[in-house]
């Protein structure tokens, strides 16, 4: 059980938030780029307030990770490297891939593991992320600062004439808030913070070209909505939501993101005079019952200093307009054919239970805990299925579900926001609200390892507001076998750089262990046609573990390494 | 079991004060353990110390590396006044190849540590001292015959900017000892990595 500690720290918080009135340069992630992706992630920390350092987790960093761009089409290959304290998983928040490559809380990273994970790119552009998924421990992993951005493109949203050229006219945002105890390390004890963190900046500002600016916004939070929009009230223009670009742009003033969800907007400064300057606003305050902030305490269990209230999100100086500028915008993005009501030949409904205070008992979907091995959805593959998810119970929640982009059908509450007409994974669901949804579940089928759905509000993820379905089809299934002697063997043997494997079966997942039971690498699907590198791994006697991919059997062979010469 | 955050803030106050075991004032077991120098070192080797400062860190954590030269200092300092300095690694050195023994022989030489660097490879003594994080730190006393613990937490509060340090928790507690005073501030919040105890089989 976690306890949270430091119950002293709002009033020191308070007290130095008034001396805190300069801005901080808005750090932009760096960009990795290619096929192949080397994440590295590690406890460190870093100088938030004046005082101790904060102890944080990085990838590849000290608090949130590199942008990784992907290729629609393109293969990419991750090596995860876990050089955490603690287990981990890393999951691919909103693309379509194997769930055995997903990183949902089944594909559990020992510390000092690599995990390579690889699928082809079939999401169309825009803006994903990653970040660690592991059950009952996600919320704290991510306040630690774990995950990052992804970008994907292609060629069509390439061909338009948008805002493309990052950390320049094209600018990722991802929005959190933290707070601090008295030792200035972290603290969840509520899961709304007292500090805005704009891509981890504090008081964040940045200058912005006199022309079109496109944004991407991720709400990275642990539990805390945004209603966003700009000081003087200007008109700015949705281009895509969570999974693609949407027809036309959508004019708007006012945008409300949920933990979870990105939006993509352009906005025009080129009204503005150079050196002006306006804010990214967070419009808080006053907001209904049930949207997460949205409460009036400034201290105790959900208690933060910017709750209910107005706050700056990003300070903006405008400055010249660059050699590229984007000066109007298409008047058409795309043509987006999405599935109706009519086209699902499966309804599920699914009930959001519990969470009544002082019952002790978290919130649920349809009064059920969540289980490891427990699947509670069965779905076909290539089917097309609606999902009404209604919320009877005393707050609003975030719903996400894996591997596939989905298309709202309908709100009860009245109308979908023009802001979410497109392709989406994770939606506010507000109080007394049925939601309902169509998507088709495609491409992967594995009886084994399930995807999940859940609330991405953190804790409410961690306290049981998740479930998890497979995708099956007749051909995947999980086949009975006799078999005693399956042909596996590795050469050479002693090894010095590669492990080769010889068999006739097919491989579902390998493991490769150390002589005291530390797992050196973990390879789902591998394709075994080079060899296994294990150039790393010191001199000793090492344990291979093979999946085999029809049968679901699991057989280990032992090999030794030899020292390079 | 499933941490529920709809309970009254008051009634969770209560349960944390509840939770809280009072970390000083405990006595703790003597060690024997392997220094880095290929010797055996328990704090019985010390029979003039009037106390010691016994300090849990490790090789990779980023901020235990940077009390090093700091604990060589308070090594220096008080080791001469008869409170010797012992730092302990327990880290766990399947999850952690950077921490094991030959890597911890490694830093001693390198970076010339001027107090014994002990290895705790069955994590006994950090489970004994209930150490939580690297760096923490523990002053503990010779009383009645007994090893009592005096302060327990951070060595001080400023891990990366040692110029910026206010509070030097560590060295203000056993100055008020050497002085024959109570200790100020008997336990801060250890900061640093999280010191993952393995699992007995
Ligand atoms: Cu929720």
């Known amino acids: ?565 | 079991m499933r941490t529920f955050k709809f309970i009254a803030p008051a009634a969770l106050a209560l349960l944390l004060s509840a939770y809280r075991p009072l970390p000083t004032e405990k006595a703790v077991s003597d060690f024997k353990l392997l220094a880095t120098t290929g010797r055996m070192v328990s704090l019985a080797d010390y029979p003039k110390a009037k106390g010691f400062m016994v300090v849990f860190t490790c090789n990779h954590c980023p901020f235990a590396k940077v009390y090093f030269n700091r604990l060589n200092d308070l090594s220096k300092k008080y080791g001469a006044l008869g409170v010797p300095l012992l730092a302990i690694s327990s880290s766990d050195t399947v999850n952690f190849e950077e921490d094991g023994y030959g890597k911890m022989k490694e830093k001693t030489a390198k970076e010339h540590l001027t107090f014994p660097y002990l290895y705790d490879g069955s994590q006994a003594t950090a489970v004994d001292f209930g150490a939580k994080k690297t760096p923490h730190a523990f002053v503990v006393w010779k009383e009645n015959g007994k090893l009592v613990v005096k302060y327990a937490g951070a060595i001080d509060d400023n891990g990366a900017e040692p110029e910026k340090v206010v509070h030097h928790y560590l060295a203000e507690a056993v100055d008020a000892l050497l002085a024959g005073k109570a200790v100020d501030v008997p336990e801060t919040k250890s900061v640093g990595c999280t010191l993952g105890i393995r699992a007995k089989k």
Not at chain 1, 126 to 152: C, D, K, R
Not at chain 1, 416 to 433: A, F, M, Q, R
Not at chain 1, 495 to 507: D, I, N, Y
Request: aromatic share 12%; net charge negative; proline share 5%.
């Open chain 1, 1 to 565: 059980m976690k306890l949270r500690t430091t119950l002293a720290a709002a009033a020191l918080v308070t007290g130095s938030l008034g001396a805190q009135a300069q801005y901080n340069s808005l750090w932009i992630p760096d960009t990795l780029s290619g096929t192949t992706f080397n994440l590295y992630m590690k406890d460190t920390f870093v100088q938030f307030l004046t005082g101790n350092q904060t102890i944080t987790a990085g990838i590849n960093g000290a608090f949130w990770g590199p942008t990784l761009i992907f290729q629609k089409g393109d293969t990419v290959h991750m090596n995860v490297h876990n050089n955490l304290n603690d287990s981990t998983t890393l999951h691919w928040h909103g693309m379509h891939l194997p769930a055995v490559m997903d990183g949902g809380p089944h594909q559990i990273i020992p510390p000092g593991t690599e995990w390579q994970p690889y699928w082809k790119v079939t999401n169309t552009a825009s803006t994903f992320w990653y970040h660690p998924h592991l059950n009952m421990e996600t919320e704290a992993q991510i306040a630690s600062g774990l995950g990052g951005f992804i970008i994907v493109r292609d060629s069509e949203e390439s061909a338009l004439t948008l805002p493309r050229t990052y950390g320049v006219d094209d600018i990722p945002l991802v929005l959190t808030s933290r707070s601090f105890d008295a030792s200035n390390a972290f603290t969840t004890f509520s899961p709304y913070g007292d500090y805005m963190l704009t891509n981890g900046t504090m008081n964040a500002k940045t200058s912005l070209p006199k022309q079109y600016v496109r944004f991407r916004i991720l709400n990275a939070e642990l539990e805390r909505g945004y209603n966003l929009g700009f000081s003087d009230n200007r008109t700015f223009y949705i281009i895509g939501t969570d999974g693609g670009l949407v027809d036309a742009p959508v004019a708007v003033t006012r945008v409300k993101i949920l933990p979870g969800e990105r939006t993509e907007f352009a906005v025009s400064f080129a009204g503005d005079a150079e050196g002006d300057s306006l804010d990214l606003m967070a419009y808080n305050s006053g907001l209904e019952f049930g949207f997460p902030g949205s409460e009036p305490s400034t201290s105790g269990a959900f208690g933060s200093l910017l709750n209910n209230t107005n706050f700056k999100v990003l300070h903006i100086y405008v400055s010249a307009a660059t050699s590229g500028a984007v000066s109007s915008l298409p008047t058409t993005l795309t043509t987006n054919t999405y599935l109706t009501a009519a086209d699902a030949t499966v309804s599920r409904t699914l009930k959001v239970t519990d969470g009544v205070p002082g019952e002790g008992i978290g919130f649920r979907f349809d009064s059920t805990d969540f289980i490891m091995d427990t699947i509670n959805k069965y779905v076909q593959l290539n089917t097309v299925e609606k999902w009404s998810v209604t919320n009877s119970n005393v707050f609003g929640h975030s719903f996400h579900i894996h591997d596939i982009q989905f298309k709202i059908i309908s709100r009860s509450s009245g109308t979908i926001p023009s802001y979410e007409d497109g392709w989406k994974d994770t939606y506010y669901l507000h109080v007394n609200e049925t939601v309902s949804f169509v998507t088709r579940f495609n491409d992967y089928a594995d009886p084994l390892h399930p995807f999940m759905y859940h609330c991405h509000m953190a804790p409410h993820e961690d306290g049981g507001l998740m479930g998890q379905f497979v995708v099956d089809s007749a051909t995947t299934g999980v086949a009975k076998t006799t078999e005693s002697a399956p042909d596996l063997t590795l050469y050479p043997n002693p090894a010095k750089g590669t492990v080769f494997v010889s068999t006739s079966m097919q491989a579902y997942y390998i493991t490769i262990t150390n002589a005291v039971g530390h797992t050196m690498l973990m390879l789902p699907r591998p394709n075994l046609m080079k060899g296994i590198d294990v150039r790393n791994f010191a001199p000793g006697t090492y344990y291979l573990t093979f999946t085999d991919d029809k049968t679901k059997q699991s057989y280990t062979r032992q090999f030794v390494k030899y020292a390079d010469l």
